[in-house]
């Protein structure tokens, strides 16, 4: 009689601040992962204004990252909760909880990287054992810590033809998966941050719906090259970037004096995010066949329109074509990096960090 497979959640909240995703995966011996059950939730207004100020240098920091830390375990934990009600399933059932935290600094060059987030509180909450701090380990071995999906997407997504995978949230970023060779993995720059950003400031809307407001507006060319200079874009992997790189004084800095209507620059943003990506795909992998769009940038109609018509040669599919749900890639990868933790399996690729070698990434709070 066949052993029902390990249980595990994972638990994501990226750069673009739209939200929590947590999942509910069953994971084999082999390492594949399937999603059993899913939920997700917004962010309240307070909590999202605590961690989006906390990018950036402020008064009495430690204080309020602290409470943000808290914060962040107390919606997770309900969510945690809110999933295994809706699942049928108890804390007892679960291995253990990959949670990735709130990136507020990522600084590989100085040797550091931070998600706010306790663990601690999050084990005592749920009652389920918490992995957490995936990053650590690999920036430790001289790695940037970041990207840490390759290793699950070579895992989940690999095919019999050249597949590049380009996670489009708040940061864009690629793992390219040879049919033949070594996996490749890199930021290649921004996702939906900037558009979201720019929108959130001249619309008060969190994210573009469909890419509705940006279909409205013209190209700003000059806008577009302007942005596209930037040292980053040309900067050999591994690297990595985040909010630290890429943010509005960034984007107002390139728009300088000149008056360009808010609705082109949202224009521009959207070629600058399609036009990076595709651009790193084919310096860094010219025999890719098929893109697989996942992450919330996956629901953009006219970023994904744009991109077909900027790239005809490329099958692009969105993630959901092969069977897993574009929003939920990432958490399902954190439950798939707590599984290989639990399995004391190395979990980094250092060809895609930098790191000196292979490590097992995450520290376990036991519950």
Request: hydrophobic letters at 45%.
């Amino acid at each position: 009689m066949n052993q029902p497979r390990p249980l595990f959640i994972g638990i994501m909240s990226g750069t673009s601040l739209d939200g929590i995703d947590a999942v509910l995966a069953s994971i084999g011996s082999d390492g594949e992962a399937a999603i059993e059950a899913a939920q997700s939730a917004p962010f309240s207004e307070g909590l999202r204004k605590a961690l989006f100020d906390l990018q950036s240098s402020g008064p009495d920091e430690i204080h309020r990252e602290s409470l943000a830390a808290n914060a962040l375990a107390q919606a997770y934990g309900g969510l945690v909760k809110a999933l295994l009600n809706h699942a049928r399933k108890k804390a007892s059932d679960i291995t253990a909880i990959g949670a990735h935290g709130q990136t507020i600094r990522h600084q590989p060059q100085f040797g550091y990287t931070h998600q706010t987030l306790n663990p601690a509180l999050l084990a005592e909450i749920t009652g389920i054992d918490v992995v957490a701090d995936f990053r650590s380990r690999d920036l430790a071995a001289g790695g940037h810590g970041a990207p840490l999906v390759p290793a699950f997407h070579a895992q989940q997504f690999q095919s019999d033809v050249d597949v590049a995978i380009l996670n489009l949230g708040g940061i864009a970023n690629l793992t390219l998966l040879p049919k033949i060779g070594e996996v490749k993995g890199f930021d290649c720059g921004p996702g939906n941050m900037l558009m979201d950003a720019w929108i959130e400031q001249h619309q008060q809307k969190s994210f573009d719906q469909d890419g509705t407001w940006a279909t409205q507006g013209r190209l700003h060319e000059e806008l577009l090259a302007r942005m596209l200079s930037d040292p980053f874009f040309k900067k050999a992997p591994p690297k990595s970037t985040g909010r630290d790189d890429f943010h509005l004084a960034w984007l107002e800095k390139h728009i300088a004096k000149e008056v360009i209507e808010a609705v082109d620059v949202q224009m521009s943003l959207l070629h600058l995010t399609v036009l990076s990506t595709l651009e790193a795909v084919m310096l860094h992998a010219p025999q890719t066949q098929k893109l697989i769009v996942c992450g919330g940038g996956a629901k953009n109609i006219a970023l994904m329109n744009l991109m077909r018509t900027k790239a005809p040669q490329l099958e692009i599919i969105s993630s959901d074509s092969v069977g897993v749900d574009a929003q939920l890639v990432e958490a399902l990868a954190f439950a798939w990096l707590a599984w290989a933790h639990k399995e004391k399996r190395p979990a980094n690729l250092p060809a895609v960090t930098g790191a000196k070698g292979l490590r097992i990434l995450g520290a376990c709070y036991p519950a």
